[in-house]
């Protein structure tokens, strides 16, 4: 692409990085993320959602604090860089904290979005009711 005189955006990045998590390349894809930065790509909400997708996809994201603190530490970063997470990156959390029985964490980002102006969407309601079904929660 490049030896064409053509020059990648963020959208060709977003798609190069979610590539490297499907072939299960996770660090190959972290790398290609920290180079995205450096070269001062534009990062946003869907590169984010990409990365945590792909952590969580890959069993990387699992029932443990320690990999369950470092999505949450993810969205922090997303601050950092000014970018602000939205209903599907909350979904994606949500989910996985639910995947792995903590239930109550996933009830938790639940009420987060409310004090960050975000708003739940059918999908989250659905991720919820699932998972407390399937785990008896309510029963």
């Known amino acids: 692409m490049v030896e064409r ?15 490297y998590f499907r072939a299960g390349q996770i660090n190959e894809a972290w790398d290609f993320f920290l180079k995205m930065k450096k ?11 990409t990365v945590i997708h792909g952590l969580g996809v890959a069993g990387e994201i699992k029932s443990s604090k320690g990999e369950m ?29 639910c995947d792995s029985g903590e239930i109550e964490n996933g009830l938790d980002l639940f009420q987060k979005m409310g004090t960050e102006d975000c708003l739940p ?13 399937v785990r008896a929660y309510i029963c």
């Open 69 to 97: 603190q470092r999505a949450l530490a993810f969205t922090e970063r997303m601050k950092y860089d000014e970018c602000k997470a939205n209903v599907q990156t909350y979904n994606i959390l949500i989910r996985y904290f």
């Open 39 to 49: 070269r001062k790509c534009e990062i946003d909400v869907v590169t984010y959602a």
């Open 121 to 133: 969407n059918m999908d989250t309601y659905n991720i919820l009711i699932s998972a407390m079904f």
């Open 5 to 19: 005189g053509l020059t990648p955006n963020f959208t060709t990045y977003n798609i190069m990085l979610k590539g």
